[in-house]
């Protein structure tokens, strides 16, 4: 399940900070701090990997210009959170609707309306698998890491190599794995529309870089697989904000 928010600036040229994935991810985490408050710290599990399994998308506004290093708002802004537990997107949804403002470092924003989507059964088929396209609303992140002498190594994978699909397909194996998913199947993820230059987003997060790819790609797999990927985000990061897709028509 995502809810889709929309939200207008407090005053006329709002200025919101460019790294502002940290400050998006810890006002979802407020929203359980009386309901669940261990929502931060808890996960799903599979071997030695936890998985929040929620994810959100970057924000968007008609009237948002980049100057300085910070974003100039004009006009009312949107973001979506998805939630693979319906528990979890039930008491967001709840919480959310006693909001009434709230801020983003220094930015203060003013709720405007909050809705629920869920996935279009019908784009989703009505065989076993689904076939569909999606585009990213948040960059998907790919990595590997390495140890070496001098320490461990972050290695970030663009949609022009074979490992950017593979390891976004097994880290969905493990996240379905993760909620009680046990059907092994094949899952395909390939590209559509991607420039590998491009579609490149270096994000700030807190005090390091992530380096994460936006575009179009298509999705070939289980229906359980699916609602996974779209509820929960597909590659690494998810609750930091990356790997939060939208399914488009094909």
Not at 133 to 162: H, W
Request: hydrophobic residues 35%.
């Amino acid at each position: 399940m995502r809810i889709k928010i929309t939200a207008t600036p407090k005053t006329k040229d709002m200025c919101l900070p460019v790294a502002y994935n940290h400050y998006l991810q810890a006002f979802i985490y407020s929203l359980f701090k009386e309901d669940m408050p261990d929502f931060h710290q808890n996960g799903y599990h599979y071997k030695k990997r936890t998985f929040k399994n929620f994810t959100f998308s970057r924000i968007t506004s008609p009237r948002m210009l980049l100057n300085n290093n910070r974003w100039h708002i004009g006009d009312e802004i949107v973001f979506f959170i998805s939630f693979y537990d319906e528990k979890a997107a039930e008491t967001a949804i709840l919480n959310l609707m006693g909001v009434k403002t709230f801020r983003l470092g220094s930015a203060e924003f003013k709720i405007k309306t909050i809705k629920t989507l869920f996935p279009d059964e019908q784009q989703l088929g009505h065989q076993e698998k689904s076939h569909f396209n999606f585009m990213t609303l948040s960059p998907i992140v790919v990595y590997r890491t390495q140890e070496k002498a001098s320490g461990k190594e972050t290695i970030y994978f663009s949609p022009d190599k074979c490992e950017f699909y593979e390891l976004i397909t097994s880290n969905l194996q493990r996240k379905a794995k993760s909620v009680g998913i046990q059907a092994e199947d094949e899952v395909v993820i390939s590209p559509v529309n991607v420039d590998p230059e491009k579609s490149l987003a270096i994000v700030k997060y807190k005090d390091y870089y992530i380096k994460g790819h936006t575009g179009i790609f298509n999705f070939t797999g289980r229906k359980e697989y699916a609602r996974l990927a779209l509820d929960a985000g597909i590659g690494a990061k998810n609750a930091q904000g990356f790997g939060m897709i939208r399914m488009i028509g094909n």
